[in-house]
């Protein structure tokens, strides 16, 4: 059990330490008689400090100006080495006014939202983060989030007949 970087006496059940750096450390305790004796140590425990977030993801898909014909498109960005979690976001506004439709989360660095998350018609932003297994996030894709549009013909549909001039709707 060394190199002991800290020994302390406390009258309490609790301590607060700081440490200098991220990795693991191991911790034991032993308590006194009221003689002052020492007792006999507890059992090793061991934790991780992890105060680094993961680099940010990079945006793949849906791409920058990019139209999407699906109400749930795939949302794609390039794995971040250390994060456990992605998440991803959906707004009609960018920028400071980017306030999420909703938050998707996954284990890989893709998300396909769930028919509760279909998309609306018309100019969207989306934006993605990493997490790692600490909880530490990192920054967004794009802050102001990537502008893409969903964009869908409706009718007439295709290769349908039609017996009257139509009504074009996307």
């Known amino acids: 059990f060394t190199p002991v970087l800290e020994s302390i006496g406390v009258n309490d059940p609790e301590a607060t330490q700081t440490f200098s750096k991220d990795g693991i450390y191991y911790w034991r305790v032993r308590g006194l008689t009221n003689l002052g004796e020492p007792g006999a140590w507890s059992v090793v425990r061991s934790f991780t400090l992890d105060t680094l977030a993961p680099a940010a993801p ?74 790692d297994a600490a909880g530490n996030r990192s920054s967004y ?20 007949f039609v017996t009257t001039l139509p009504a074009f709707t996307w």
């Open 58 to 131: 990079a945006a793949i898909a849906p791409a920058a100006g990019s139209y999407t014909t699906t109400l749930r498109p795939t949302f794609t960005v390039g794995a971040s080495a250390t994060a456990k979690m992605y998440g991803f976001e959906v707004s009609l506004q960018e920028g400071v006014d980017f306030i999420p439709l909703w938050e998707g989360r996954s284990t890989k660095p893709s998300y396909v939202p769930s028919v509760a998350q279909e998309l609306p018609f018309g100019q969207l932003y989306w934006r993605a983060y990493a997490e």
């Open 141 to 160: 894709t794009e802050e102001d989030g990537t502008p893409f549009q969903v964009s869908i013909l409706k009718t007439p549909a295709n290769n349908s």
